[in-house]
């Protein structure tokens, strides 16, 4: 199974090297020297067909810069080779049952298809998407009442993850699970306070 694990950013230097944003908590595992991943460039306009490109790379070396990964790969000798290579997604091969050293974090499928409940067990719907934004991941979560919805995923919204079980346990607050229901309850008040 493939995990996403960065994404290649701006070139470092004439060499070849490149700057990664990380999306693993494990970079010194996954960008080792010598570890395979796999990148998948998006489709960008005016290249022919559209399709993304891809392939494997081979880390060379790794190390820290300013609080930025910077990453020198086998296949990519220079500046120009390691520009092209903007905006890649890079992604390493995990066996299905592996786990992240750190009990309370998880890859990303083993995360999709989880049943979501309250915490009195009341269903909500399936986690369909696990979005890595930058100010914290978020869960895409598809309702039968709402549609998708959106939940930040921290403790305090999201307690309980049971893997074995198959579910995670989300916080009803007033709003996050029914926004509209919160929309119509914010005009009817607004409307009693007019009146």
Known sequence: M??????IG????LRGEVSVDIRTDEPERRFAPGSSLWFELPARSGSG????AGGTLTVRSSRLHGGRLVV????VSDRTAAEQLRGAIVRVEVDVDERPADGEEFYDHQL???RVQ?????????????????????????????GEVLVPF???LVPTVDLAAG???VTDLPGLLEPDAADSADARAAHRDRT
């Open 10 to 13: 701006r070139a470092h230097g």
């Open 49 to 52: 067909d559209g399709a993304p």
């Open 118 to 146: 309250t915490e009195d067990g009341s269903a909500v719907g399936s986690l369909t998407e696990v979005l890595h934004l930058p100010g914290q991941d978020t869960l895409s979560i598809s309702t039968s009442t709402a």
């Open 72 to 75: 020198a790969l086998d296949e």
């Open 112 to 114: 999709i298809g989880l």
């Open 154 to 156: 921290v403790a305090a």
């Open 2 to 7: 493939l995990v996403t694990v960065g994404r």
């Open 167 to 169: 579910y995670i346990v």
